[in-house]
């Protein structure tokens, strides 16, 4: 009794509007409701959309910006000199206070910024920056992961570290 009184809320009402067989009117209905959305392909969340991102425009625009940003640091190519002449510059020091035996925490601290930028930049390797500050690799990326924590929880920090970032890549891309 229930179902007679509303036969127009059964699918199978709706859907015979949209075709005379079950499948035809299945796809005609899917069709219908992609074309009413705006999309004209189905999304496989295995691959994404044809561009390759999903999101709105404004998500879109953020992710290529920030990749964009992220392929200029990791094709910089420098040598262990320039780098450390411009960080140098930057924190108005000079390299014998990065070879300074001991841990007096601004040395360690340019160390640690040094060790973070070479995970970016071609042409220094880690190990050449330790050898040079008379410091164990490991100990040097250690200090950089710890610098990385702590760019989370200090807006100063991320704003130092990101304003060093933009320095050395304007330079260097300057440079070519």
Known sequence: MMQDEFTW??????LMRFGESHTEAVRTFHD??????GIEEEINFETGFANGI????????????DFEKSVEVDMLTTDLET??????????TDVEELQKPGMNRRGSHIRSV?????RDIEGVTLQE????CGREASGMSK???????RMKTSEALRNEIENIKNLV???????W
């Open 9 to 14: 809320l059964a699918k199978d009402m709706g």
């Open 32 to 37: 219908f409701v992609m074309a009413g959305i």
């Open 54 to 65: 999903l999101g709105d425009d404004e998500f879109i625009e953020r992710v290529k910006e």
């Open 83 to 92: 780098l450390l002449s411009l960080i140098c510059d930057c924190y108005d």
């Open 114 to 118: 040094l060790a973070l930028l070479v």
């Open 129 to 132: 920056l330790a050898d040079f």
């Open 143 to 149: 200090a950089a992961s710890r610098l990385e924590c």
């Open 169 to 175: 890549v304007n330079h260097l891309a300057g440079s």
